[in-house]
């Protein structure tokens, strides 16, 4: 099993969510709780130094949060789990954009478990 | 927490969502109300000035409705809230076009709980 | 109320959805029937002419399949509707592209209602 | 019922993904195992060489994964099918980039079957 010949950074540096919502409540087990998910994809040879801004309807936006994603790497980041320099409030509309210091590649995922069953929702980001 | 370094307005001007439909019923408390969204991200430093026009299958368009996104806010706008210069039928195809002054990013979010397990959908719009 | 000063035709000539799949079951009343749809969207003063054709894993393609979304109108077309040159196989891999002699925009949607809750998905197709 | 006059190739010969998750349990009958699916539409008159990698989150990228989508066929190609050279471990963050020696279109699907009823997701993959 070879490791692919790809050191080729896709995607853009600067992307947008404008959808952002964590449903407060959750049900099920540990794995179905309700979050919301940046999927940040690095094919580039360097470490991607991302940071985020969190918009909201009646507030000032706050940021950054700074996260890395490692060559060659994904990471599938929870907004659930941000807490530097803050929390994201629970069942608060809120938007997201995203710079990266190399080109990376956004999806928006969200699992909302507040009924037995669960919704999910997905899209690429926007790329500027 | 210092606030973001960024007055730049990201997006484009003109956006469409060809998908409408506002589901009739809805199940469970208030919060699961089916709704049809599109989540409005301004990280500019001017307000944005929006107008949306809704097309059907049947008759002519109507609009404008007039929507103010401020500088460096999101506006996650349901349109069952419409309701100037008219109100958005329910369980009635149609489709938006979305104007704005200033750069802008749009995402399309529907809930529908018709059913006692709600069902989501998401897209980042058409923009032109 | 007045009608919007849009004649402008927005969008692209050329869309795919590599996604298709028409659920062969459904649950609940003739509204929750499962079903695949095109959302297309004609924001000018021209009548759309729309050719689509359908791909398969294991045939060749079939079409042109002709429809024509009005000036100024949207056309939420159901896949399942198609049955001239024939009609979409249920429980089947497909693909389909959709050629304009004028400009339109595209959204494809899924309900799948083949168990008592039913699940969405959406996403704007592909623009050439 | 004629064949359509496409043998253009639409699409784009650099795609990713970077959403990916095989759930690690299904409910249901067979058809409604719990998968993840990437949609490649080859309008084209000439058979597509693909080659898709996959990243993680912890460890390095493998891959090739060799697939062949036949010319003016469509192929919804289940990532918990692949085997050579390795297969995608279940209820694992992973990312995947796809390649072809010809333009194609790409789009992602999920069906979540861990609870009784499914959820889905979809949307068109970023395109280099």
Redesign the interface.
């Known amino acids: 099993?070879?490791?692919?010949s790809?050191p080729r950074a896709?995607?853009r540096t600067?992307w947008?969510?404008?959808?952002?919502?964590i449903p407060p409540e959750s049900n099920?087990p540990p794995?179905?709780l309700s979050h919301e998910?940046a999927?940040?994809?690095n094919?580039g040879g360097r470490d991607a130094n991302v940071?985020i801004?969190i918009?909201?309807?009646?507030r000032?936006?706050?940021?950054?949060f700074n996260v890395v994603v490692p060559a060659?790497?994904?990471?599938?980041l929870r907004f659930n789990d941000l807490s530097e320099?803050?929390s994201i409030p629970r069942?608060t509309?809120?938007?997201s954009?995203i710079e990266s210091d190399v080109p990376i590649?956004?999806?928006?995922?969200?699992?909302?478990s507040?009924?037995?069953?669960?919704?999910?929702?997905?899209?690429?980001?926007?790329?500027?």
Chains 1, 2, 3, 4 share one sequence.
Request: net charge negative; proline share 7%; aromatic share 8%.
């Open positions: 099993m070879t490791s692919p790809l896709l995607g600067t947008a969510i404008p959808e952002g919502y099920g794995e179905m998910t999927c940040l994809l094919t940071r801004t918009y909201f309807a009646d000032d936006p706050i940021g950054p060659r790497r994904t990471r599938h320099p803050a069942g509309d809120y938007s954009v590649i956004v999806q928006h995922t969200r699992l909302d507040r009924q037995a069953a669960a919704a999910l929702l997905s899209t690429v980001a926007y790329a500027e």
